[in-house]
């Protein structure tokens, strides 16, 4: 099946009423999150991931989550603009000029080019995946073991160090969600690992247990610790459809954001967060006027959030081709294609052409009704904001234990949930960036298959590692990618003070 | 380092220890050509007292690039923005409380009745709402979910053992 009858079926199976449905919810329930501060889409996808149990087909399930992915990263821009505060991480930069254009009056243009942009970047991003995909698939099915382990192994350590602060603690949790993904009994040997005697170790932690756990719960816990009364909107709106002077000022920045976040997010790793702070100081750096910056320029916004946009779509292409989730939110999306039945990977496109390609599709369909959905209705997502945390928050703790508990309907589950919602907390609370830990913890079989076959092949020897083409290709931007972090991790420690001053 | 740093290092280094003892003895690492089921996980052990040894050295050798700290400060440079004011740990410490108290009467007393208890202790302790709306917004919540889970999603909920 070429890209052009693949993308045609994929249509035919994205419009269905069904899927349309699902779309059109994923869209919604992104939006909404996307606009709620403090629950992201990693959170949300989590809580839904239950659900996904009694959707029958992999399709819909699929297309729903990817729906509250992209939608998060357009409503995430709501909140950052209307009250200085980011719906999602993605959006953190749309606060330094959105934030200004609203105390100045200009909330609506605001809030309608960082909803153009993003539906721009996020078309464009879907039909660079609909083109790029299918070959990087089929280069992909050369791949062996040793290709798969040092594949696997790269892309974690790209995601831990360009997800956090510091690579040293993304390690560390990478590590410990190896270790928690090893709890149970070994595949290979059949012997239990690290069960201490408790029967329901036996069967390892639960990806849903984990994630709702330490995004859901550890979310929850610490809001409500920093949080003691809610923000009231008080911003006006007004027309949200941008003036000419404002289309011309943002058209190259919506163009050069969309670029970036395209290519910044097929590396595991990049993703919405990093292309938009990218994009925020490519925008500065082209500038003519760069003292606008930070006082309400308007190219601020639509760079950034075209950049999210762009980063979120591209993102499924390492998910999709190789098997690789890039961030938490796309390692739900793993998890999720799992409980389905699905493996992501080379083979997904040869032996499941409707869950790739309708899922593509319905990309394309989820990008139009995201922009219905943002522009006109703008005014009654603010009003979502009105909902108080005293329910919010409860709602979601009893979403969470709920979920966990309906998957193996042990109440140990409950336990085992709020034990990695305290761990989520504490990490929160230390500023470790926890995006590391689902990956790590889903990968992790991977790995250690991938390792103990390479192993098996060379009878032994690690050169496996290093005398294959493709292999030896990656160790060696494995090796290149670790030294060159840690040389600019010393020189940034180093330069710390000079750029707080700066600040 | 800050007291939570702190901590947090000499448990990933208790932790790295304790994995890599266990990996070596209980589980056992095989041979090369056909590697056990302690292997990896050693391995990892082994990673997490690297990377915890690191991490100390680091905070020693890069101490004094990194800006100072406030003495009083409880969690130090590794927390962010001021420190929660104390009705923000009492509630954060009532509502873990609250959710432990939920899963050891899930299914002990059913779905519907822990989770009536949860949303009003939440709203009472938790939140200190008046007893009107708690009893409200309780009745509400629970209904909700229970319509949402038991008949629109179908999940299977423990029902209170006294009704069944």
């Keep these: 099946m070429n890209i052009f009858d693949g993308i045609i079926s994929g249509f035919f199976i994205a419009l269905t009423p069904m899927n349309l449905l699902f779309a059109f919810l994923g869209a919604l329930i992104g939006t909404a999150v996307g606009v709620l501060p403090g629950l992201g889409p990693a959170a949300t996808i989590a809580l839904l991931l239950p659900i996904t149990y009694s959707i029958p087909s992999p399709v819909p399930a699929v297309i729903l989550m990817a729906g509250i992915y992209y939608g998060a990263m357009y409503g995430g821009s709501t909140t950052s603009i209307l009250l200085n505060l980011p719906g999602e991480a993605a959006s953190v930069v749309t606060c330094i000029d959105g934030y200004k254009m609203a105390q100045r009056g200009r909330a609506g243009p605001a809030l309608g080019i960082a909803a153009i942009g993003s539906f721009i970047a996020g078309t464009v991003a879907v039909v660079g995946l609909t083109l790029f995909a299918p070959p990087i698939a089929e280069f992909a099915l050369s791949f062996g073991p040793p290709e798969k382990f040092s594949l696997a192994l790269l892309g974690l350590l790209m995601a831990v160090t360009l997800s956090g602060q510091s690579i040293t603690k993304g390690l560390i949790i990478m590590v410990l969600g190896l270790l928690f993904g090893m709890v149970g009994i070994d595949p290979i040997s059949g012997k239990s690992r690290f069960d201490f005697g408790v029967t329901e170790l036996q ?114 292409i390492p998910l999709l081709t190789l098997g690789i989730p890039g961030n938490a939110a796309i390692a739900m999306i793993f998890a999720c294609l799992l409980i389905k039945g699905v493996k992501p990977g080379p083979f997904l496109i040869v032996e499941h052409p409707d869950v790739f390609w309708g899922v593509i599709a319905s990309m394309y369909v989820g990008n139009i009704m995201l922009i219905v959905l943002n522009l006109p209705l703008v005014g009654i997502w603010v009003q979502l904001l009105r909902v108080p945390y005293s329910i919010l928050a409860p709602v979601v703790i009893l979403f969470t234990a709920i979920g966990s508990y309906s998957i193996a309907n042990q109440a140990f589950d409950l336990y085992a949930l709020i034990a990695f919602g305290v761990l989520g907390y504490l990490l929160r609370k230390l500023k470790i960036e926890a995006g590391p830990l689902p990956l790590a913890f889903i990968l992790g079989p991977m790995i250690e298959g991938s390792l103990r076959q390479s192993l098996l092949m060379s009878g032994g020897s690690f050169s496996i590692f290093v005398t294959r083409p493709i292999s030896l290709t990656l160790v060696v931007l494995f090796a290149l990618f670790v030294i060159g972090q840690m040389t600019f991790g010393v020189r940034r420690a180093r330069r710390r003070p000079e750029f707080i001053k700066a600040l | 380092m800050s007291r939570g740093e702190n901590i947090a290092n000499l448990v990933t280094l208790a932790l790295g220890i304790f994995v890599t003892y266990h990996s070596y003895y209980a589980l056992k690492l095989g041979i090369l050509i056909s590697p056990g089921a302690g292997f990896l996980p050693f391995l990892c052990g082994i990673a997490l007292i690297a990377l915890g040894i690191f991490w100390r050295l680091q905070s020693i050798l890069l101490k004094p690039f990194r800006p100072v700290e406030p003495a009083e400060e409880p969690w130090g440079a590794g927390c962010e923005g001021p420190p929660p004011p104390l009705r923000g740990r009492v509630k954060l410490w009532l509502a873990f409380v609250t959710t432990v108290a939920y ?62």
């Design chain 1, 203 to 316: 069967s390892g932690f639960d990806f849903v247990t984990l994630a709702v756990g330490v995004f859901g719960l550890g979310e929850i816990f610490y809001n409500l610790e920093q949080q003691d009364s809610a923000e009231i909107v008080t911003t006006k709106v007004g027309q949200v459809f941008p003036k000419m002077a404002d289309w011309i000022k943002s058209r190259m920045a919506i163009l050069r954001g969309t670029l970036i976040g395209f290519f910044i997010g097929i590396i595991p790793g990049g993703g919405a967060v990093i292309s938009s702070l990218v994009s925020y100081a490519v925008e500065k750096k082209v500038s003519k006027h760069p003292e606008e910056f930070g006082q309400g320029a308007i190219e601020g916004v639509a760079g950034p959030e075209s950049a999210n946009n762009a980063a979120s779509s591209a993102s499924f």
């Design chain 2, 103 to 164: 899963a050891y009467l899930f299914e002990r007393i059913g779905f519907f009745l822990s989770t009536l208890l949860f949303m009003l202790g939440w709203q009472m302790l938790v939140e200190r709402e008046r007893w009107l709306k708690s009893i409200i917004i309780t009745a509400l919540c629970a209904a909700a979910m229970y319509t949402l889970f038991r008949y629109l999603l179908r999940v299977e909920l423990p029902s209170n053992p006294l009704f069944s």
